[in-house]
T-cell receptor, first 118, second 115 residues
Framework: GAVVSQHPSRVICKSGTSVKIECRSL??????MFWYRQFPKQSLMLMAT?????????EQGVEKDKFLINHASLTLSTLTVTSAHPEDSSFYIC??????????????FGEGSRLTVL | AQSVTQLGSHVSVSEGALVLLRCNYS??????LFWYVQYPNQGLQLLLK??????LVKGINGFEAEFKKSETSFHLTKPSAHMSDAAEYFC?????????????FGKGTLLTVNP
């Protein structure tokens, strides 16, 4: 299957700083990527849909100024958590759709990034 | 709109026993259905998917699932559990057709395998 890589896998930062998480599709082009947030022992919550070359579409209740998403190329989307606070600590997972490979639009997931805000 | 309900947040089986993880869905149009597995501190790995055609779908690691439209179910099974199957399992649904690849996930079922 296709490979999606996330970096960093773990990050610890001080409250008030900003953190950038990268999501790359390594062997395919992804016009659409999705960002999820997962709290401990809970399911994945879709935060936003990232479209290459256009603004991201945020889910209801997700602060777009807090979670900045940029999808500048067909293989890279970034999530920046701005002015991070302890309540932003979570596991963030990206996924990418390989629409060219399969009409079913199977999603391939990154390894996830664990953010801890002190 | 679509939704997924996974019955049982935690399932515990003995090694070698049958694994059955339940998933029911609701969808306004014919759905595409997926099962994913997540190991601690990792992303999601696709086990299997149903889109069209045969309703009994075979996936990786000996898992299979059957799409039952009349019951709106897509339960995941494995005849004989292995210790390495211990993980969190998520059922997901998305609308068929078009280019909307947005997945809706169930809350997950933690599978524990006892020796």
């Amino acid at each position: 299957g296709a490979v999606v890589s996330q970096h960093p896998s773990r990050v610890i930062c001080k409250s008030g700083t900003s953190v950038k998480i990268e999501c790359r599709s390594l062997d395919f082009q992804a016009t659409t990527m999705f960002w999820y947030r997962q709290f401990p022992k809970q399911s994945l919550m879709l935060m936003a849909t990232s479209n290459e070359g256009s603004k991201a579409t945020y889910e209801q209740g997700v602060e777009k100024d807090k979670f900045l998403i940029n999808h500048a190329s067909l293989t890279l989307s970034t999530l920046t958590v701005t002015s991070a606070h302890p309540e932003d600590s979570s596991f963030y997972i990206c996924s990418a759709s390989d629409s060219g490979r399969s009409g079913t639009g199977e999603l391939f997931f990154g390894e996830g990034s664990r953010l801890t805000v002190l | 709109a679509q939704s997924v309900t996974q019955l049982g947040s935690h399932v515990s089986v003995s090694e070698g026993a049958l694994v059955l993880l339940r998933c029911n869905y609701s969808s306004s149009v014919p759905p595409y259905l997926f099962w994913y597995v997540q190991y601690p501190n990792q992303g999601l790995q696709l086990l299997l998917k149903y889109t069209t055609g045969a309703t009994l779908v075979k996936g990786i690691n000996g898992f299979e699932a059957e799409f039952k439209k009349s019951e709106t179910s897509f339960h995941l099974t494995k005849p004989s559990a292995h210790m390495s199957d211990a993980a969190e399992y998520f059922c997901a649904v998305r609308l068929s057709g078009g280019s909307n690849y947005k997945l809706t996930f169930g809350k997950g079922t933690l599978l524990t395998v006892n020796p």
